[in-house]
């Protein structure tokens, strides 16, 4: 099975601040990777798919980035709404698996 | 607008089962390859199981392989979980979501496993 690492596991921001989340798999999976944010209490959100495309609806502000074996989300300027759980997805082999989330807190 | 609603969650005895329903609206649910993934209580998102459109090919994460078993039912645009042998680990939120990359996600059905 695929193991995804992400790192970090949680990161204290301000807004304004330009953050960066990564996940490594533990073998290539080309650019089979997604990128979700969850808010306490609520189902998660697609915000990149295919490692690099914006989902539609989603702030331009989120970028994705890496293909193979590391991936980035990148935040560019956060904003208040932006604080919440994200987590990778590969769905390159069966079984897919997260990474272990990134908690983005406020400092 | 494409909508999921899960539904059957509930309290079982450890050992019980339990099916969850997972209701498609504003889509065909026979063109897309459907899944399902948990949250246990304060913990991470795990991916656990994945059914193509026709319902001829299945996939499951170890931790509940053999004991859970995915399915569909084309004409009635429902995707199904049945769940048995249950432990007091398969405690958690469970979401349907459509296709392998999640792209729409229900809000999910409460699984509560406790004797």
């Known amino acids: 099975d695929i193991q995804m690492t992400q790192s970090p596991s949680s990161l204290s921001a301000s807004v304004g601040d330009r953050v960066t989340i990564t996940c490594r798999a533990s073998?290539?999976?080309?650019?089979?990777l997604g990128w979700y944010q969850q808010k306490p209490g609520k189902a998660p959100k697609r915000l990149i798919y295919?490692?690099?495309s914006l989902q539609s609806g989603v702030p331009s502000r989120f970028s994705g980035s890496g293909s193979g074996t590391e991936f980035t989300l990148t935040i560019s300027s956060l904003q208040p709404e932006d604080f919440a759980t994200y987590y990778c997805?590969?769905?390159?082999?069966?079984?897919?698996?997260f990474g272990q989330g990134t908690k983005l807190e406020i400092k | 607008e494409v909508q999921l609603l899960e539904s059957g969650g509930g309290l079982v005895q450890p050992g019980g089962s339990l099916r969850l329903s997972c209701a498609a609206s504003?889509?065909?649910?026979?063109?897309?390859?459907m899944s399902w993934v948990r949250q246990a209580p304060g913990k991470g998102l795990e991916w656990v199981s994945l059914?193509?459109?026709?319902?001829?090919?299945?996939c499951y994460a170890d931790s509940v392989k053999g004991r859970f078993t995915i399915s569909r039912d084309n004409s009635k645009n429902t995707l199904y979980l049945q769940m048995t042998s249950l432990r007091v680990e398969d405690t958690a939120v469970y979401y349907c979501?459509?296709?392998?990359?999640?792209?729409?996600w229900g809000q999910g059905t409460l699984v509560t496993v406790s004797s």
């Open positions: 997805l590969q769905h390159n082999s069966c079984p897919y698996t």
């Open positions: 979501a459509r296709r392998a990359w999640l792209e729409y």
């Open positions: 059914i193509s459109d026709s319902g001829d090919s299945t």
């Open positions: 504003g889509f065909t649910l026979s063109t897309y390859p």
């Open positions: 073998q290539g999976i080309s650019n089979n």
């Open positions: 295919a490692a690099s």
